[in-house]
């Protein structure tokens, strides 16, 4: 097994565990591309304010770069140790890494003509159907499919809207954006449910958070249903069913002329 610091990682600080070196390993020898682990610069952090992480592509080899501000935002939000929240970080943004460059898995390649917003729905539909995937991978590689910090957020959004609180009123000024990420944030709850093997007290949280969304946010239901309805019907867990489910949602949200879909 290679060693700890054998995968390139241009400014990390901490120490990987055993455990995501092997992961590592076993993706780096599957998609024959080496792994660039990164601090985003200060220049980066404009556009990826509000993301920990992200996958970038590159045909040569998998690129992550992590939001320090964001980690330390997580760290102090919810206690987590940072190791622990920099790892499932890696572990993730990899995976993705393997579905490109490994498992035949498309990709989004945005015109020049695509605004901010229409980029950032894009970045959100693909997220949406292919994190269902990566969450399977990486439950079957013996890590938590929900994350360290999922179940919080979950249980905060459950109180707003318990309490009659628009829990997404500051998410974006625009509406359309706005409304896809809501369907974002039910289609990954209503995938827990669908796909996944849990605890049964985080089953029952998910399930109090699909049942209160789909009362208070009717519009937005409606459009997740749409969505949901094309999942189902394609096996998006394989590569075919996921690029066959993406090339008609890119449809249905009228992104088609803003985007290609590209697979390595």
Known sequence: ??????????????????????????????????????WAKPE??????????????????IHILINSDMVRLIHQSYLLPLEEIIEELIAHEATHGLLIHGMGFCRSVLENSASD???KQISILFSMVQDIRVNKILQEEGYSPLGGVYLYQLIDAIDSMRK???????YSYDPSLKDRYMVWCYIMAWAYLKYFDLESTDRTTIEKFTKIFENKYPTQFEMASQVRMIILENDILSSGGHNNAMKELVKLWRLEDLVRLEAV
């Open 44 to 61: 980066n952090l404009d556009w990826l304010s509000g993301i920990p992480s992200v996958f970038l592509f590159d045909p040569d080899r």
């Open 1 to 38: 097994m290679i060693e700890l610091n054998g995968i390139r990682d241009e400014t990390s600080t901490y120490t990987r565990s055993r455990k995501l070196a092997k992961y590592l390993e076993g993706i780096r020898d599957k998609t024959k591309r080496e792994i660039v682990i990164e």
């Open 117 to 119: 917003s229409a980029r």
């Open 164 to 170: 009659d609180e628009d829990y997404y009123d500051n």
